[in-house]
Structure formats: C-alpha cells, structure tokens
C-alpha cells in the first residue's frame, strides 16, 4: 500500500486526510525507520507494508465507531504507537495517553510526538497491571485500545479496569478471534464489560484478516483486579 492507496482507501471509507496529515505519516514513517535500527520498535519496515499493516490497519478502527468526538483514549502495549498515534493524526482533537512497559519505546514516543507536533498527547512508561491500580487513571478513560497485545482474557483484565462506565473497549487483533473469545467471555462479563459487536474484514491489497472487538464497560470492574504484574498472562482469567 502506497502513500496514494493509503490517502484513497481512507477516502472510500469517508476519511479525507489533508496534505499536512500525510506529511505526518511520511514522518512517522521515516522516524520509525530510523529508530528501529537501534531498537527493536517493528519487525515490519517495508514502506508499503507499514502503510498497510500498521498506520491502515491501526485506522480501521474509525470505520466503525466514531472518533470524531471529544475523547480521552488510553492504548495499553502501544509499542511504536500503535493503534493511537495514526488515530491521533487523523483526529488531532483526541486526547491520548500511551502506557507501555519498556522505557525505551516511550523515549521514542516522545521524540516521535515532537517531529510530529502532536498535542494532547501523554505517555508512561509503567506496567498496564499497575497503571490500571492508579486512581488517577482507574476507571477515567472515555475508549481503551490494545492492538495485539495479548489473548482477550488478559487483554480485558488490563484494559476494563480504566474505562469510564459507559466507555468502550477496543480490542484489534488478527485471526481466530472466536476461539480467544471464547475463553474470554467469562473474564469480560467479571470485570464489568459486555461484548457489543465484533467487526470481521480483509484489509485491503491481501494484507491479511483482523477482527475488532467492541466491549461496553457497564460497571466498574472490582477492586482487586488488575492483579499483580505478570500474574494475568501467567494464570489468565
């Protein structure tokens, strides 16, 4: 996927990208590049296959729910800013903050939102298990987003408990999402959350199945979880 197919796919799906905004991505592009050769940010660095598999990929999301209201969004594991940074580009408006667990990815965050002169834009370097423990961000955020991260059981013990009642959760992942979910049914309904839709599509120019999960947040999660760090992956829900 090339710059011009990225620009008409948005467009098909009703997203009108100005020049400035491509110019973003272009950056993103470069500067991820760039810094991968010193950190590992990506195994992906193919100028089209980034386009597709990461920024089109991360976008998706905004065909179907809307992002051009006023929200606070928190992506857990965000790794190289994915999905949040190319939704904050498209809709600067949002609010974002980034939690992820290696310091070194949120120094490249932070050096990536000034070449790109992001604002409204907050990043900390923490365990998901632990920031969803903070009562500053415990049960705050308008959307969380994982993009995959971890099997749904896990992901929803360290994404609900910072969502807002009536908020959403936004869960990317690949194939097989049925199995995942499956196991993760139980764990979701315990932690306050109840599925909404579960939206299935190829993206574009064989770039590979993903499936977006959508969970309500319809009451807040109990107070003792998230459990401790590394407990959720070790002994899922």
């Known amino acids: ?73 928190c992506d857990v594991g965000a790794g190289a800013g994915f999905p949040s940074i190319p ?12 939690v992820d667990s290696l310091r070194k990815r949120i120094t490249f965050l932070n050096h990536l939102a000034s070449e790109l002169e992001l604002e409204g834009v907050s990043f900390y370097h923490d365990r998901a298990e632990l920031f969803g423990k903070n009562e500053k961000f415990r049960h705050k955020f308008d959307v969380v987003m994982a993009r995959a991260v971890a099997r749904t059981s896990v992901l929803s013990e360290l994404c609900l408990p ?17 199995e995942e979910l499956a196991d993760g049914k139980e764990a979701i309904e315990l932690l306050g959350g109840k599925i909404k839709k579960i939206e299935h599509f190829q993206l574009p120019e064989n770039n590979g199945e993903r499936n977006i999960l959508f969970i309500d947040k319809k009451r807040k999660t109990p107070k003792n979880f998230p459990r401790k760090p590394g407990v959720p992956n070790k002994n899922p829900l």
């Open 1 to 73: 996927m090339n710059l011009q197919s990225f620009q008409e796919n948005l467009q098909e799906k009703g997203i009108n990208p100005s020049n400035n905004q491509l110019q973003q991505f272009e950056t993103y592009y470069h500067t991820l590049v760039e810094w991968n050769e010193k950190m590992n940010l990506t195994a992906i660095t193919e100028k089209e296959e980034v386009y597709a598999k990461h920024f089109f990929d991360s976008v998706t999301a905004a065909f179907y729910f809307d992002f051009t209201q006023e929200l606070h969004v």
């Open 162 to 178: 910072l969502i807002r009642t009536n908020g959403m959760f936004i869960a990317m992942k690949g194939a097989h999402m049925e």
């Open 87 to 98: 939704l904050k580009i498209l809709f600067p408006h949002l609010q974002v903050t980034i």
